[in-house]
């Protein structure tokens, strides 16, 4: 029966797939006109929607802070083969948070590693933890993936909220966990996130065009998302939950499974997705700034949006339920999110046939038009950060039209897919 469903589900996104490719065949082969009555949609469609998100981001900036706002709070930081001084790096941010931080949780999905004790030990008794309250935590268990490491840590917690971190990550700030539990103080926000950019993002041109990604990512997307209250997706690296809403939903996220499978990965997209259907509040603080470790090569990188892309149609599938009790955004943002990339698919057909049977130069509308999204923001993020660097953001257009749009329809039709593709090799013991 599951395979039925399957091979049911690939049939459907394949023939939809088609079916878009075949309709913008005809329409090109009709008129010129017609076809450039597509694109006009397209592209209306889309600056719509960029301009909106801008007004949004821009008023949601400082609507959920509050200065008075104390918590008592725990880090749960899940670990698996970590690099020896990134792990290192990720305990020192957080004992430099203070009195910010009640409770640090390291939760070792392999016990086997005792070099990850070690470390924690090096970092506990150091003089950074020792002048602090802190109350450090170790523990370690058979591997059995990040989501079980993440309960691990936080299913006993007594605390007023629990804040995940991956332990790839560095907090960049020494009051960013003060800022990221402002929200909270409004009853009715049950999550929240801080921003996160890359931290390794001089390595390669592939880091630094993840990097300007991030920012945009949070900085627009997200914030617009803040503004209603419906942000969908609270980053893994860095997010805080209220305890007693996690506590409602601890055990359903942790037994996750789509279509018969146990999901392992989109633990992050997928806890928001059940705040915010229990009718809880989802935001953004833009004050609250971490790093972590982006992929280097093309090829984990790849990889790494393949997940993220599947765990996103998962999602959407599964969070129609939260559309009728949140804000009309999560609902539109969603379905814009979830269309555009065969919205894309089906104008390029057009383009191509043009370029093809009619006029090679029609090819050079596209490279303009895919130019001028990129471009918008692009100087979304110059004007904003003062940064002439966005710049180079230009060229991500022609990154997801010719690498991530085929991807993100593998990602669609292959949706059932609930594993990592590759087990993480192991670090070797300092």
């Known amino acids: ?27 090109a082969v009709n008129a010129f006109v017609v076809a450039l009555y597509a694109l006009t949609i397209y592209g209306a469609a889309t600056i719509l929607h960029f301009f909106l998100q801008v007004i949004f981001a821009q008023r949601s900036r400082s609507i959920w802070a509050n ?25 020192a941010s957080i004992a430099h948070q203070g009195a910010s931080v009640t409770t640090v949780v390291l939760s070792n999905d392999d016990e086997n590693d005792h070099y990850v004790e070690q470390i924690f030990e090096e970092v506990r008794s150091s003089p950074l933890v ?8 170790y523990r370690a268990h058979p591997h059995n993936g990040k989501r ?34 402002q929200p909270f103080h409004q009853g009715n926000v049950g999550c929240a996130t801080g921003e996160v950019t890359v931290t390794n993002h001089q390595d390669n041109l592939l880091t630094r065009i993840t990097n300007l990604r991030y920012w945009l990512s949070f900085n627009l997307e997200r914030a617009a998302q803040s503004y209603f209250g419906v ?54 603080v833009p004050d609250a700034t971490a790093e972590t470790k982006a992929p280097r090569s093309l090829r984990s990188w790849l990889k790494q949006q393949l997940r993220w892309s599947r765990s996103f149609y998962r999602e959407y599938l599964l969070g129609v339920r ?27 057909a057009i383009i191509f046939y043009l370029g093809v049977a009619k006029n090679w130069k029609y090819f050079l509308v596209w490279l303009v038009v895919i130019g ?41 039709a292959t949706v059932f897919r609930t594993g990592w593709e590759k087990k993480r090799e192991a670090v070797p013991t300092p």
């Open 231 to 284: 942000m969908s997706c609270v980053s893994g690296p860095f997010g805080a939950y209220r305890r007693v809403v996690l506590d409602s939903v601890l055990e359903t996220w942790r037994s996750q499974t789509f279509l018969g499978n146990k999901c392992t990965f989109g633990d992050d997209r997928h806890l928001t997705s059940l705040v915010l259907r229990a009718g809880y509040k989802s935001v953004y």
């Open 1 to 27: 029966m599951r395979k039925a469903i399957h091979i049911a589900w690939v049939a459907l996104v394949s023939g939809g797939f088609l079916a878009a490719v075949v309709i913008g065949y005809f329409l």
């Open 322 to 348: 939260s559309f009728n009790i949140q804000s009309a955004w999560l609902a539109y943002d969603l379905t814009y999110q979830g269309v555009f990339p065969f919205f894309v698919a089906a104008n390029l």
């Open 67 to 91: 200065e008075g706002s104390r918590y008592s709070v725990r880090m749960v930081v899940p670990t698996y083969r970590e690099e020896p001084d990134l792990l290192r790096r990720c305990l």
């Open 130 to 137: 020792m002048d602090t309250e802190q109350v450090w935590l």
């Open 148 to 181: 079980d490491a993440m309960y691990d840590g936080a299913h006993d917690a007594v605390e007023d909220l629990v804040v995940f971190m991956d332990s790839d990550t560095i907090i960049s700030r020494e009051d960013s966990v003060h800022r990221l539990i």
């Open 372 to 412: 001028v999204f990129g471009l918008l923001r692009a100087l979304y993020g110059l004007v904003v950060t003062k940064r002439i660097g966005f710049l180079a953001f230009t060229v991500y257009g022609y990154l997801f039209a010719i690498v991530l749009l085929p991807l993100k329809i593998l990602a669609c």
